[in-house]
């Protein structure tokens, strides 16, 4: 068993890993032998500057986009993610940054966008009753205030948005949520709210994978850092033991090492970082 610094005691094999993932768009190599492990009950952070590769890192592990060679493995067992809604089937989920929601929507309509509920399936006829109530069950165990759940997306702040769209991921998931900057243009109260989201998420054993580039929040939400410059895996880090001093060093390149080493060692490397070709964030 492996203790992360959430208290809560996981297993030490990943719930989720990529390894050595490849990805070219023509003559520029997105992904260059990419790395990544996600642990059960755990919050991530996969980090790096603009051309890193963490868009399309994250796009092949929600099923989005195919790479061109590597392994994804969850639970150690090899598999081939062709859709995201393969991926969904593997009980990952991902929150994009625009939240994909219907804004014409109440937010309990939102939670089942695509997977309804029918009263009587075969007329499609839905059962807006028991999607509340559900939904309502599933807002309040996430701590998401909303006065009420029949008010239309459209009419509800930046950060409600985003906590109902954490709520719909929440509510699919099993394994995985990858959150794409979900706290950008918002502000200091909405963000600190979804935080407390986020926290809450990994405490009912779903790991978050949280893509940023706000570094003291990654330093305040996450047990676990993992950076990727120009498509490649360069250094890993207990949240606990950096600093932002030591993340942006190794996203510039400036920590640079060529020893792997365990990911419970403050910014243990993967590999060197200066002899890559390029990439895309």
Not at 154 to 163: D, E, I, N, V, Y
């Amino acid at each position: 068993m492996l203790s992360i610094s959430t208290g809560v005691e996981i297993m030490a094999d990943p719930l989720l890993e990529a390894r050595d993932l490849t990805k070219n768009y023509g003559q520029v190599r997105a992904l260059d032998g990419a790395s990544f492990t996600v642990y059960p009950g755990e919050v991530v952070a996969l980090i790096g500057d603009n051309g890193a590769g963490k868009s399309t890192l994250v796009k092949v592990l929600s099923g989005a986009i195919r790479p061109d060679g590597g392994q994804i493995l969850i639970k150690g067992n090899p598999v081939h993610l062709t859709s995201p809604l393969n991926a969904r089937e593997h009980g990952i989920e991902t929150v994009y940054q625009d939240l994909a929601l219907a804004p014409d929507l109440d937010a309990a309509a939102n939670l089942y966008l695509g997977r309804e509920i029918y009263l009587i399936p075969f007329l499609k006829v839905l059962n807006k009753t028991e999607m509340r109530r559900q939904a309502v069950v599933a807002f309040a165990d996430l701590g998401v205030d909303l006065p009420d759940p029949s008010t239309t997306v459209a009419s509800l702040s930046g950060g409600q948005r985003q906590s109902v769209a954490v709520a719909r991921a929440v509510a699919f998931a099993s394994n995985v949520i990858f959150m794409d900057e979900p706290t950008a243009a918002l502000g200091v109260v909405q963000r600190g709210k979804v935080l407390d989201t986020v926290r809450r998420v990994r405490d009912r054993g779903i790991a978050v994978v949280l893509i940023s580039h706000n570094m003291p929040e990654v330093l305040a939400v996450s047990d676990r850092i993992e950076v990727l410059r120009l498509g490649r895996r360069v250094a890993r880090f207990q949240a606990a033991q950096a600093s932002v001093e030591d993340l942006v060093g190794a996203m510039t390149g400036a920590i640079i090492s060529e020893d792997e080493g365990p990911p419970d060692e403050k910014g243990a490397p993967d590999s060197a970082a200066g002899q890559q070709s390029g990439g895309q964030s």
